[in-house]
């Protein structure tokens, strides 16, 4: 993922010169390649996130469109109050990326997880938030949070996520889009967690369990269309993250059911209330916390069986 | 200007600051006292560039109130500049204005960034100070911060960059009146020179008595020769204008009562209807 974060920011500070890549000691080689090319492009702002996130905002009324890079926790927990006053509050250009969501940083423990950052970030007022699921969708996602004129938060994977797309991809603020086709249940899922649901979609095949797979890419604003017809069409609705039950993915499609008075069973699949325990590579860690393909695949077909 | 005339400005300055905020019962009065002398330097003798008549011009020199609850001061100048209107400073804190206890960007022309919680603008300035410097432009980025406000963390992060990215075109000023709301700031933090500190950091370090125009002006028209960003500690009086309210940290956040607002009307030459027109809600 940050191979493709930087192969499309390249991109963008090419095309244009008020593209500002600000990091806090938190760049790749990649990041020199550009900072070598293009010098007054990349600023180092050290250790010292809340200055790098105000001082964006302060780039950003003056014309720059800064990308704030960092360490996903970093940029949702330690800046919170910079985010809001500077960044959203203040409704200014900023583009703020975060490396490693949910339990990418999977030797580090939790300081560096970032498992409630959806549920932090979601009620900041004109923050755009994407989260893509594979390496061509968050090029994507770069190039489409440039066209937004405004706060936007990108969460992204750092695990060598596999690439779920064959073709181009079809990527669109706002659209949730149906990644695989299935009667039996409605998944919603965001972020790169979603091979590990299609995966287990496989699995569940053999049981006589098809299931309808739908990427959430923006978790702001939400596609609540896309909630209200598999509402619809399937009683059981599942949605699966990398984040805390509470205030994530599931919580915004609680919502919708309620508030549009839907008719529909809800099962979420993510952290209990917990923060994730267990060091190891990303998918022992994932195992460790029971998000594994196989502990997602028990889980749905547990939903699956109960009315 | 007579030193005579001078004065009496200041007072009238002082008196605006002073009916604005007891006509709604709400005011920093002390925190804007404080910086009367600083910004009419900054605003009236002009050592702030910009066009009354287009204050959002590209090329104007920014200014933000990072200790925005000095607002009150900030509002009375720019009234007093034409850039707002008498109105909307009479509005203040009244339902439907435009201006608030903290300063809110876009709110009214010449709020350069929303303020309120410490510790963000000179990150904010730092952040204007680097885009002007990137595009080769010769506008400055001035930051008022409050002594207090100096033990937000953010602050030092925000110095220590701007002295490495040698943002010389930044100019922080720090309204150093010694006193927080609950004390001495030396008593409270320790810390008992903000010049010892910003030199450590390796900025261009100007002292300066704060209610001292002349030398106010003189230090704002000192060119800065040497690729540091500049801290100007401007020492002042916090409550400065009247008598009961100076250096007493008491007054961080309250209005006189009917005793102590004799005071004010006598050191201030408010005249008994220009009380009775404010009608506070005591």
């Given amino acids: 993922m940050q191979t493709s974060y930087v192969k499309a920011l390249y991109e963008l500070i090419k095309k244009d010169q008020n593209v500002i890549s600000c990091l806090s000691d938190s760049g790749t080689d990649y990041d020199e390649l550009i900072a070598r090319e293009f010098p007054s492009q990349v600023v180092n702002f050290g250790i010292s996130e809340n200055n790098q996130v105000a001082a964006a905002a302060g780039l950003a009324s003056c014309g720059k469109i800064p990308f704030v890079y960092t360490t996903n926790a970093f940029i949702a927990y330690r800046s919170y109050e910079f985010v809001r006053d500077d960044v959203c509050l203040q409704n200014q250009n900023v583009k703020l990326v975060g490396m490693g969501c949910g339990l990418n940083w ?5 300081t560096h997880h970032t498992t409630e950052d959806i549920a932090a970030l979601k009620v900041l007022p004109n923050l755009t938030i ?21 706060p936007v938060y990108i969460r992204m994977g750092m695990s060598n996520e596999q690439e779920i797309f064959n073709g181009p991809v079809n990527f669109k603020v706002g659209k949730n889009q149906v990644i695989k086709r299935g009667t039996t249940a409605a998944v919603f899922v965001t972020g790169s967690i979603i091979s590990a649901v299609l995966d287990a979609a496989e699995q569940l095949k053999k049981s006589g369990i098809t299931l309808q797979v739908i990427n959430v890419s923006t978790i702001k604003p939400f596609d ?7 509402c619809k069409k399937y009683h059981n609705i599942i949605s699966v993250e990398e984040h ?6 599931g919580s915004s499609i609680a919502d919708i059911i309620a508030t549009k008075n839907l008719s529909a069973k809800l099962t979420k699949i993510g952290l209990a209330d917990a923060f994730a325990k267990g060091y190891g590579t990303h998918d022992e860690v994932l195992a460790a916390n029971g998000l594994s393909t196989k502990d997602i695949a028990q889980k749905i077909k547990q939903a699956c069986a109960t009315v | 200007m007579t030193k005579q005339d001078l004065d009496k400005t200041l007072k009238e300055i002082r008196k605006e600051i002073f009916l604005t905020g007891y006509s709604v019962n709400i005011a920093h009065l002390a925190s804007a006292f404080s910086l009367v002398e600083i910004l009419y330097s900054l ?6 560039h910009y066009d009354p008549k287009n204050p959002d011009k590209d090329t104007r020199d920014r200014f933000i109130l990072s200790k925005g609850h000095g607002s009150l001061a900030l509002y009375v100048m720019l009234a007093r500049e034409g850039i707002i209107s008498q109105e909307q400073l009479a509005s203040f804190c009244k339902p439907g204005s435009s201006l608030g206890g903290e300063p809110v960007l876009n709110s009214v022309p010449g709020i350069e960034a929303t303020s309120g919680s410490l510790g963000h603008g000179l990150s904010l300035g730092a952040g204007m100070a680097l885009a002007k410097k990137l595009d080769h432009r010769s506008e400055k980025v001035y930051v008022l911060l409050g002594d207090g ?22 100019i922080a000023i720090i309204d150093d009146n010694a ?7 030396s008593d409270i933090m320790g810390i008992t020179s903000w010049a010892e500190q910003f030199k450590a950091f390796n900025w261009d370090v100007q002292e300066v008595d704060g209610h001292d125009v002349a030398a106010l002006d003189q230090i704002f028209a000192k060119p800065n020769t040497t690729k540091k960003p500049r801290a100007i500690i401007a020492h002042t009086i916090k409550g400065k204008g009247v008598s009961i ?25 408010i005249s008994e209807e220009e009380i009775a027109s404010c009608r506070p809600a005591m």
Avoid at chain 2, 179 to 185: F, P
């Fill in chain 1, 106 to 110: 999977s030797t580090l423990g939790s």
């Fill in chain 1, 130 to 150: 994407l989260s893509p699921a594979s390496p061509k969708e968050l090029e994507a996602a770069v190039a489409a949070a440039y066209e937004i004129s405004g």
């Fill in chain 1, 224 to 230: 609540e269309a896309s909630v209200v017809n598999c």
């Fill in chain 1, 244 to 249: 805390s039950i509470i205030g994530g993915l």
């Fill in chain 2, 43 to 48: 605003y009236h003798n002009q050592h702030l």
């Fill in chain 2, 149 to 170: 406000e100096c033990q937000e963390g953010a602050i030092w992060e925000a110095v220590m960059f701007a002295a490495a990215k040698q943002l010389d075109n930044l």
């Fill in chain 2, 179 to 185: 006193l927080q709301k609950m004390g001495k700031t």
């Fill in chain 2, 245 to 269: 309210v100076e250096g007493d940290a008491r007054w961080h956040w309250r209005l006189p009562s009917k005793r102590e607002l004799k005071t004010f009307v006598q050191e201030l030459n």
